[in-house]
């Protein structure tokens, strides 16, 4: 039983990792275009500057 | 959005956007962006325009974020070189951009939290639970139950916001909404539950409590992104139809500016294809104007000094000095705007099927979760447990299926409109049109394409169709049009005759080795004619003169349409500004026996009124500028893309192409998404009727209320996502 002493903090922890990389994604509007993005994924070179 | 709105991922967009502080941003509604080849080809378009830093699409809004050097480039550069590349844009007014993503993104924020929470202390909980039934020593399940508050704590009072707020604005206004018991089912479960952990008992329902506000949140948050996506539709469609108008400055210099920054007094040019930008009196100029937006004509009316001309109108022929009228004089469009107001009022008590259900709903838990405590207290219990049963009364009976479920089911509906073209343009339309019972067409432009058409074509022989197409080619006349369309269906393509010399108002003429050829009005031709405006005379000097006869073309599939909505037991009617004859000739093309003619705005309203009073929810299908008012009565209304902008804004839904079609298709997924509703209102009833009793009972323990709930929502979310189709768009 003591491995949970470390196991539950551990997984709270990859929890809440996965919970900030929502947070930064979501404010660096990745969820601004949800259908052009999947569009994007098949574009080979970005457009020229 | 903001300064480094366009969206980079890659470093060096970034660095360049952010260092350079001279960078300005622009928000450009796009038209014809469907897919990725077309989101490229826009980004190009942008970034090929000298001192453009970056150019990021967004597919789902249809719009481009520009940042540009001011001094390099501006507004009109980007626009022309957008257009040139087959992309129609137009800057966003009236909206600061990213203001109506922000409630989306406050919602998402606390659901991503929730579902943090709800994952966690579930995990926690099926350890509990399970411990419960073997071996877990009582110690452990106090720590876990403990670290469920510790998360669940900070969670409900974070992420229960929304509802919160929503609950209290209600009861200060001493009314109840549907967040007054989920507010009041997860505070309790919540409080009690703390005060359960604190004394070590069994009963915890931390993990409920935070799954039912994950649950809810996501049906709230869907709910708000329909909206957002209607409110961002109508925005793109409204920048998109209000052009430019050219100003002539009292030095006689022309500055172009958008048309809603238009003054009193402004003078303008209109030349000639131009849609005139505001109500104003002609000052100069003679010619002709296609008016049918406004009144419903088809027929292009004769303009000279001294009259008045509306916005939308089309100037046909000839440039036109025009100087802008107030829009609070009485002018046609201050009219109508008046008519449309009241109208819009009169709607505005529409009440939305999941808050209808709400009403009912509310009370009736709170009556249940009250009854199940008193009747514990009654017959002996203690008050803890007395509430913790009324606790599990108020969880079982969470309104997931309202909550949830309808939100899901509209989103669903909507995309799959969006997919077929059609607009939802406000968020309630879709419960609005499937009510519908009766569909009132408009003429010119809904049911007729508002495009002329030759008449009689096969009579006329190849050589003159072809010779007349050619000298008509030269010009943008409605007749001229009507002419090439006719001539390219004899030929692949209509070479346009050289040194052709139009006469604004009259006609064209070139000079051939064998005479003259003319092709214009019975008076350009030489010919006397007892015949009206609607006619063109084609003369060859060495042949007798032809004459061409037009009428306005019905769509291609009204008939089918009309037909297939009465099989279904619309009743169905046509309410026109236009004459009796015309209009009684497209009606019975159609097939429709109720046809009202020559009606104003007014008419047309009080005509809806008639039909309401007897029960009738009536859809308005319409296009022009005198339906805006009535599209705005009525129960619900649909506007085909190529309407007046201010109908636009009053249909609930717009649809583009050029058949009828959508209208079919709107009301029947509107339809099938209200069935589905209630389908998920009747699964929520089901369950609430077998557990709500065991709730009361006492025998619905944390575990059952956790599984309970998630399963119900679970299947009505599954429910709709039958509606979407998989197809591309």
Not at chain 2, 105 to 112: C, D, E, N, Q, V
Request: glycine content about 8%.
């Amino acid at each position: 039983m003591t491995a949970l002493a470390w196991l539950v903090p551990v997984a709270l922890f990859l929890g809440g990792l996965g919970l900030a990389a929502f947070m930064w994604a979501l404010r660096s509007g990745q969820f601004e275009d949800l259908e052009g993005a999947a569009y994007r994924a098949l574009e080979d070179d970005p457009p020229e500057q | 959005m903001t300064v480094h709105a366009p969206i980079t991922f890659r470093a060096q967009d970034a660095a360049q956007v952010t260092t350079e502080a001279s960078f300005k941003s622009l928000t450009l509604a796009v038209e014809n962006m469907h897919c990725g080849g077309c989101m490229r080809s826009v980004e190009r378009a942008a970034l090929g325009v000298a001192g453009v830093a970056s150019a990021r699409a967004n597919l789902s809004a249809q719009r481009v974020s520009v940042a540009y050097d001011p001094a390099r480039t501006g507004e009109p550069a980007l626009i022309e070189a957008l257009a040139r590349a087959g992309f129609p844009a137009a800057p966003m007014q009236w909206v600061k951009p990213g203001a109506e993503q922000a409630r989306q993104k406050y919602l998402l924020r606390r659901t991503a939290v929730a579902g943090f929470a709800a994952m966690n202390i579930m995990l926690i909980s099926v350890a509990v639970w399970s411990g419960a039934a073997s071996d877990m020593d009582l110690a452990l399940a106090t720590a876990f139950r403990w670290l469920s508050a510790l998360i669940a704590l900070p969670t409900v009072a974070y992420s229960g916001q929304p509802f919160f707020d929503s609950a209290l604005g209600a009861l200060k206004a001493r009314r109840l909404n549907m967040d007054v018991p989920i507010s009041l089912a997860i505070l309790l479960a919540t409080a009690m539950s703390l005060y359960q952990t604190i004394r070590g008992s069994e009963q915890v329902y931390f993990d409920a409590a935070v799954s039912l506000l994950f649950l809810l949140l996501v049906g709230r948050f869907l709910d708000e992104t329909l909206r957002v996506r209607a409110s961002s539709e109508a925005q793109n469609l409204l920048s998109l139809q209000s052009g430019m108008a050219t100003v002539i400055e009292a030095n006689g210099s022309h500055r172009l500016v958008p048309a809603h920054a238009l003054r009193l007094g402004d003078r303008l040019l209109v030349a000639a294809g131009e849609r005139v930008a505001a109500d104003g009196v002609v000052l100069k100029g003679r010619g002709q104007v296609d008016q049918s937006l406004i009144t419903g004509e088809t027929m292009p009316l004769t303009v000279a000094a001294g009259q008045e001309v509306y916005a939308g109108t089309l100037n046909l022929t000839q440039p036109l000095n025009i100087e802008v009228l107030a829009a609070d004089s009485a002018t046609l469009l201050a009219e109508i705007s008046r008519l449309m107001l009241a109208a819009e009022q009169g709607k505005a008590h529409y009440r939305r099927l999941a808050d209808r259900a709400a009403q009912v709903y509310a009370p009736a838990v709170h009556g249940l979760g009250l009854a199940t405590f008193l009747g514990w207290l009654a017959i002996g219990a203690s008050w803890q447990t007395a509430l913790t049963y009324a606790i599990a009364v108020l969880i079982i009976t969470c309104p997931c299926a309202l909550a949830l479920a309808v939100p899901a089911v509209q989103i669903a509906a909507a995309s799959r409109l969006f997919r077929r073209r059609i607009i939802v343009k406000a968020a309630d339309g879709l419960e609005r049109i499937a009510e519908t019972d009766m569909v009132v067409f408009d003429k010119t432009g809904t049911l007729t394409l508002g495009r002329l058409e030759l008449l009689g074509q096969d009579a006329i022989s190849g050589d003159v169709l072809i010779g007349a197409g050619r000298l008509a080619a030269a010009s943008k006349h409605p007749y001229a049009k009507a002419i090439v369309a006719a001539a390219e269906k004899r030929t692949r393509a209509v070479v346009p005759a050289s040194d052709v010399e139009e006469v604004p108002g009259l006609g064209l003429k070139r000079q051939l080795a064998q005479g003259e050829e003319r092709l214009g009005s019975a008076e350009w031709c030489g010919v006397h004619s007892d015949g009206d405006d609607s006619e063109v005379w084609y003369r060859r000097d060495w042949m007798t003169p032809v004459r061409f006869r037009f009428a306005d073309s019905v769509r291609t599939d009204a008939a089918e349409i009309a037909a297939t909505l009465k099989r279904q037991g619309f009743e169905l009617a046509l309410l026109s500004g236009d004459r009796q004859g015309v209009v009684d000739k497209v009606a019975d093309e159609v097939g429709i026996s109720t046809r009202l003619a020559g009606l104003r705005p007014a008419d047309k309203i009080a005509w809806l009124g008639a039909w309401a009073s007897e029960g009738r929810k009536v859809l308005m299908v319409g296009d022009g500028l005198n339906d805006a008012p009535a599209l705005a009565a009525a129960h619900a209304s649909m506007s085909p893309a190529s309407a007046a902008d201010i109908s636009q804004r009053a249909a609930d839904f717009v649809f583009q192409g050029e058949k009828l079609a959508p209208v079919v298709e709107a009301i029947a997924t509107a339809r099938r998404a209200r069935a589905m509703a209630l389908q998920n209102f009747a699964v929520a009833a089901i369950y609430n009727v077998v557990c709500v009793p065991l709730a009361m009972a006492g025998f619905v323990t944390p575990l059952i209320a956790a599984i309970v709930m998630s399963t119900s929502s679970i299947l009505v979310t599954a429910n709709a996502t039958r509606l979407a189709d998989r197809g591309s768009r």
